[in-house]
Every structure is written in C-alpha cells, then in structure tokens.
C-alpha cells in the first residue's frame, strides 16, 4: 500500500511556458503532500506542502507565484511551474504518507528541462 | 547550524562489509527518523523509520537512534554491490508534518 504516482515522469519545455505536474496517492487519503525540488547531487529542499482544500503553505525562499499548487481532492495535488526558465530544470518530487509516523512515499519524479 | 547532518561521503566498502552511516540533528524534540535510499536519477524510497531509543532491524539493515546524543545511524550488514546509492537521513521535527532531510551520504560497495 501507499503508492504514489507522479506524471509525467520527464518533460522538456520552452522557455516561457508553463508546466504542470500531477501527484496522486493511489490507493490511500492524502489529505497532506509535499513538493521537493532536487538539485544534482544535492539534497531533497521542500518547496511547499500542499493541503487538501486550502492555500499551500510554501518555504521560505520558494516563490508562489512562480510555483502554483493545487491540492484540489484528497487523491491529486499538483504543481505548475509558470514562465519556466533554464535555471528552473530540476528533478521535481512529490511524496504523501498514509501515517506520518511510517514515513512517506515518493512519486517517481519529474525531470524538468527548459531549454 | 544545519537541522539534519550527514557526512557526504563517498563511504567505500568491501562486498560482505558493514557499511556505516551516521545522522545528527540538531531539533532535541524530533520524534521521528527515517532512512532513505536514493540511487542516481531515482526518487527516495524508504528503507526504516524509528522512533524510540535503541535498535531496530528489518533484514541487514539496522536503525540505531539515541535522543540524547541527537544521533541516529543506519547498519548495513553483508554489504553488497546493489546497496551502492546515496542514503538520506530525514528527521520530522516539532513542526508537525513537516520533514527535513539531511544531504545524504554516498555509499560505493567494492566487489
């Protein structure tokens, strides 16, 4: 159990455009998800943590007007970044938990590149 | 200083090995831990979560968490080749939910 599922697995884009990433928890509620961006050879940095049914809460430093996030049912959260530019491709990665307490599950990621 | 610490590593060690890897944060009312393993180009996939002082073992590996040092660790007996990947330590703080990772430690098994 607790599998989450993350499309699209990569994407390339213009400059300019936007993009939009989905996250869904399959087989359970997740009534709280998290958005991660990851640098190579870096660590996870949290973006923002999305809430069902209410405004995303996001990290210092993260813009939101650039990274839009929409946690719309208790099953699907998602991400667009907007007026993507080169410095924003990154390996997006979301992640739910069932039970905090047991850890969270990762969607497969995203690799973005905006050329 | 950092919420989470690892050293980065690369950590080599001989197939058969005990690989060592070592956490400390710096939040003394963290409850949780976990350990994540990370292979290049992959997302995380979660290896144990702990969170009461001592022990735990799930096959080779074992979590070891002491509060009052503000350290956990991860042992990985009979090491081998597949366990060569990066390996995050994450802690959950006071701050309900949310989660902090550490940078992660490089691990390379030798055959």
């Known amino acids: 159990g607790a599998v989450v599922s993350q499309h699209p697995s990569w994407v390339i884009c213009k400059s300019g455009t936007s993009v939009k990433i989905e996250c869904r928890s399959l087989d359970f509620q997740a009534t709280t998800m998290f958005w991660y961006r990851q640098f190579p050879k870096q660590s996870l940095m949290l973006m923002a943590t999305?809430?069902?049914?209410?405004?995303?809460?996001?990290e210092q430093g993260v813009e939101k007007d650039k990274f839009l996030i929409n946690h719309a049912s208790l099953t699907l959260s998602t991400l667009t970044v907007t007026s993507a530019h080169p410095e924003d491709s990154s390996f997006y990665i979301c992640s739910a938990s069932r039970r905090i307490d047991y850890g969270y599950t990762f969607g497969s990621g995203t690799r973005l590149t905006v050329v | 200083q950092k919420e989470v610490e690892q050293n980065s590593g690369p950590l080599s060690v001989p197939e058969g090995a005990i690989a060592s890897l070592n956490c400390t944060y710096s939040?003394?009312?963290?409850?949780?831990f976990f350990w994540y393993r990370q292979y290049s180009g992959k997302s995380p996939e979660l290896i144990m979560f702990i969170y009461s002082n001592g022990d735990k073992e799930d096959g080779r590996f074992t979590a070891q968490l002491n509060k009052a040092s503000q350290y956990v660790s991860l042992l990985i007996r009979d090491s081998q080749p597949s366990d060569s990947a990066t390996y995050l330590c994450?802690?959950?703080?006071?701050?309900?939910?949310?989660?902090?990772f550490g940078p992660g430690t490089s691990l390379s098994v030798i055959p």
């Open positions: 994450a802690v959950r703080g006071t701050s309900y939910d949310k989660v902090i």
């Open positions: 939040d003394r009312g963290s409850q949780s």
């Open positions: 999305s809430n069902e049914g209410s405004k995303a809460t996001y």
